[in-house]
């Protein structure tokens, strides 16, 4: 059964950065978004993420060490938005 979270999370990353050769299902949910040539993101990319999540999630993310902890992979945004929201984290 697949996460509906881990889903909307990968649409959302394709469509606030623009990853128009990339689709939704092709990103792995372990794979490190950042700091790999993959995707080729950087830290633009990360902050303009980092605001879109804010604004559809209602969490705040408010060091650069959060961070890299919420941004390390689509299963570790996950769990850092159920988290903040209080929800059960896997």
């Known amino acids: 059964m697949s996460d509906p979270l881990i889903a909307r999370l990968k649409i959302l990353i394709v469509e606030t950065l623009r990853l128009d050769d990339i689709r939704p299902e092709d990103i792995p949910d372990d794979e490190p978004l950042f700091g790999s040539n993959r995707f080729g993101l950087d830290s633009v990319d990360a902050l ?22 919420a ?20």
């Open 48 to 69: 303009e993420l980092v605001v879109r999540l804010e604004k559809e999630y209602g969490i705040k993310i408010s060091s650069s060490e959060e961070s890299r902890e």
């Open 71 to 90: 941004l390390s992979s689509v299963t570790g945004l996950a769990a850092f938005i159920r988290a903040r929201q209080g929800g059960p984290a896997s």
